[in-house]
């Protein structure tokens, strides 16, 4: 008698492996000035981990604020972005379809 499951899951054509359909781009990002001069000072695997985050989390998902969180008090209206031990802040213009990027920073500097 075979034991189960052998060699992984059964695997037959359209079993599973199907992906649903979804634009390339949804969403626009856009780097203010000021967020741009911060990015090329951080080192270039953690400028790489952040571009590629929103390249590939971001831009192509229908609602950007399920990967962030809300800021609050003087800084209501923005959203932060956690990647690793940087925070991305940025301002979400649903009209436009923008994410705008308006600071990047290590975890403990980008409040101040």
């Known amino acids: 008698m075979p034991t189960w499951p052998r060699n992984g899951w059964p695997r037959r054509p359209g079993d599973g492996l199907t992906k649903t ?5 949804t969403w626009t ?22 571009l590629r985050y929103f390249s590939e989390r971001i831009r192509t998902d229908s609602d950007p604020r399920r990967f ?4 609050r008090h003087a800084r209501a209206g923005l959203w932060r972005y956690r990647i690793g031990a940087y925070r991305v802040v940025c301002r979400i ?6 994410v705008l990027v308006l600071g990047v920073a290590h975890r403990r500097e980008v409040y101040r």
Do not use: C, F, N, T
């Open 29 to 50: 990002v856009e780097w203010d000035d000021r967020a741009r001069r911060e990015l090329r000072r951080l080192d270039r695997a953690v400028q790489d981990a952040i």
């Open 93 to 98: 213009e649903d009209q436009r379809l923008v």
């Open 68 to 71: 962030g969180r809300r800021l």
């Open 21 to 25: 359909w979804r634009p390339r781009s």
